[in-house]
């Protein structure tokens, strides 16, 4: 025999709304938070990193100046190797048209200085390796916001194209790829047969999301 | 890891809301600790070893983020009805205002039982999850959760009761 209860507690359960639309906003929220977190790790990781590099230089320095004759030209061959360890690790870097770029896809890239291109944009980009889903991330810092860039490989190899008008959300084309503006985020994101590439922003405009959006340069292949 | 949060999120992140909402019954409060709960979980994603599911372990954390909450809370809710002299009826916004009015009765019942009785009820008896699975949520033993909700019926039904909304079609 049913519980008095039962029936009334679960129909309880089942009238409690929360809006698609407010369960989307949050979720680009928690996202947001998590770009932070792996940007601070990133950080930290980004100065033990540099760290070690400078002490070991630092010792490889003063030991060759105890071992070596000065005019010995074996020291500055050391340290020109060893700060070209520090710079950017080349598999993620492209010169495109003579500029520094960051490998989004196999297909794209985007350039890692775009001051002065999009407006608001205080410094370079940082970037940093994610995992096999989102191979790269790339922050580009504002004022007082940011705007991220991830990509994920896009499974179903399908473009889909909204059919009918959906609040908060727009059709446009970027490079000739079909991209959708959420406009309360304000998020784009593009899609090709192969990949899904977000670009989200936090506290900037939707007209930066769409500056920047613009700056990824693509293969010709769509 | 974050494609895994994001699977998780489209999954869960309703129950997970429903469950904070029914236990906190602040709307905009809840939203919150549910972002906090998928932020918490891939801080913590490395000590998911999968001896519970996904699921299981995710209202773990929804739990102690809740009970953490509703702890600080109490002082605050305490000097308010002090200094109001009544209690604070945290009305319900209008995305969930469609609830039939005998479950909001029943909401507000939930709302007067201590915080162990209305978790456990909530969970066993909305969430449908396992004696077990409760006892890993709430990390009780299983007995204290048998115990718990044994007390724990009771005291709702006398709620409704003193409230007057429990009518002859229910009983």
Same mark, same amino acid.
């Given at each position: 025999?049913?519980?008095?209860?039962?029936?009334?507690?679960?129909?309880?359960?089942?009238?409690?709304?929360?809006?698609?639309?407010?369960?989307?906003?949050?979720?680009?929220?928690?996202?947001?938070?998590?770009?932070?977190?792996?940007?601070?790790?990133?950080?930290?990781?980004?100065?033990?990193?540099?760290?070690?590099?400078?002490?070991?230089?630092?010792?490889?320095?003063?030991?060759?100046?105890?071992?070596?004759?000065?005019?010995?030209?074996?020291?500055?061959?050391?340290?020109?190797?060893?700060?070209?360890?520090?710079?950017?690790?080349?598999?993620?870097?492209?010169?495109?048209?003579?500029?520094?770029?960051?490998?989004?896809?196999?297909?794209?890239?985007?350039?890692?200085?775009?001051?002065?291109?999009?407006?608001?944009?205080?410094?370079?980009?940082?970037?940093?390796?994610?995992?096999?889903?989102?191979?790269?991330?790339?922050?580009?810092?504002?004022?007082?916001?940011?705007?991220?860039?991830?990509?994920?490989?896009?499974?179903?190899?399908?473009?889909?194209?909204?059919?009918?008008?959906?609040?908060?959300?727009?059709?446009?084309?970027?490079?000739?790829?079909?991209?959708?503006?959420?406009?309360?985020?304000?998020?784009?994101?593009?899609?090709?047969?192969?990949?899904?590439?977000?670009?989200?922003?936090?506290?900037?405009?939707?007209?930066?999301?769409?500056?920047?959006?613009?700056?990824?340069?693509?293969?010709?292949?769509? | 890891?974050?494609?895994?949060?994001?699977?998780?999120?489209?999954?869960?992140?309703?129950?997970?809301?429903?469950? =904070?909402?029914?236990?906190?019954?602040?709307?905009?409060?809840?939203?919150?600790?549910?972002?906090?709960?998928?932020?918490?979980?891939?801080?913590?994603?490395?000590?998911?070893?999968?001896?519970?599911?996904?699921?299981?372990?995710?209202?773990? =954390?929804?739990?102690?983020?809740?009970?953490?909450?509703?702890?600080?809370?109490?002082?605050?809710?305490?000097?308010?009805? =002090?200094?109001?002299?009544?209690?604070?009826?945290?009305?319900?916004?209008?995305?969930?205002?469609?609830?039939?009015?005998?479950?909001?009765?029943?909401?507000?019942?939930?709302?007067?039982?201590?915080?162990?009785?209305?978790?456990?009820?909530?969970?066993?008896?909305?969430?449908?999850?396992?004696?077990?699975?409760?006892?890993?949520?709430?990390?009780?033993?299983?007995?204290?959760?048998?115990?718990?909700?044994?007390?724990? =019926?009771?005291?709702?039904?006398?709620?409704?009761?003193?409230?007057?909304?429990?009518?002859?079609?229910?009983?």
């Amino acid at each position: 025999m049913k519980e008095w209860y039962e029936e009334p507690l679960k129909s309880l359960d089942s009238q409690i709304l929360w809006p698609e639309s407010r369960q989307k906003i949050l979720k680009q929220s928690i996202f947001r938070d998590i770009y932070k977190t792996q940007n601070g790790r990133r950080g930290r990781g980004l100065l033990m990193y540099y760290s070690s590099i400078v002490a070991v230089v630092a010792i490889l320095f003063i030991g060759f100046q105890f071992l070596q004759k000065p005019e010995d030209s074996t020291v500055s061959n050391h340290t020109s190797n060893a700060s070209s360890v520090v710079s950017e690790p080349l598999e993620m870097v492209r010169y495109v048209n003579g500029v520094s770029s960051v490998l989004l896809t196999p297909e794209s890239t985007i350039p890692i200085d775009l001051k002065g291109t999009v407006s608001g944009i205080i410094e370079k980009g940082s970037y940093w390796q994610g995992d096999k889903y989102t191979p790269v991330y790339v922050y580009y810092p504002f004022k007082d916001g940011n705007i991220q860039i991830h990509t994920t490989p896009n499974e179903k190899g399908e473009i889909n194209i909204i059919e009918t008008e959906i609040v908060g959300r727009e059709k446009m084309w970027i490079s000739n790829r079909y991209a959708e503006l959420m406009t309360d985020a304000p998020q784009i994101i593009i899609q090709t047969k192969r990949y899904v590439y977000y670009i989200s922003g936090d506290n900037v405009g939707k007209e930066q999301v769409i500056d920047v959006a613009k700056q990824i340069k693509f293969n010709n292949n769509k | 890891m974050n494609r895994k949060i994001e699977e998780w999120y489209d999954e869960y992140s309703y129950p997970i809301f429903k469950f =904070i909402l029914l236990m906190i019954q602040d709307y905009q409060q809840s939203e919150d600790l549910t972002q906090e709960t998928f932020v918490k979980a891939y801080k913590n994603y490395h000590f998911f070893k999968g001896n519970s599911s996904p699921k299981t372990w995710l209202f773990s =954390i929804a739990h102690n983020l809740t009970i953490d909450y509703l702890r600080k809370r109490r002082p605050m809710t305490l000097i308010k009805e =002090i200094f109001l002299l009544k209690r604070d009826s945290n009305k319900l916004p209008d995305e969930v205002i469609v609830m039939k009015e005998n479950s909001k009765e029943l909401y507000y019942a939930l709302k007067c039982l201590k915080d162990s009785y209305r978790e456990v009820i909530i969970l066993r008896k909305i969430k449908e999850f396992s004696i077990e699975e409760t006892a890993y949520i709430l990390n009780w033993t299983e007995s204290k959760v048998k115990a718990t909700l044994h007390r724990a =019926i009771p005291a709702l039904e006398k709620q409704f009761k003193k409230e007057g909304f429990l009518n002859e079609r229910m009983v």
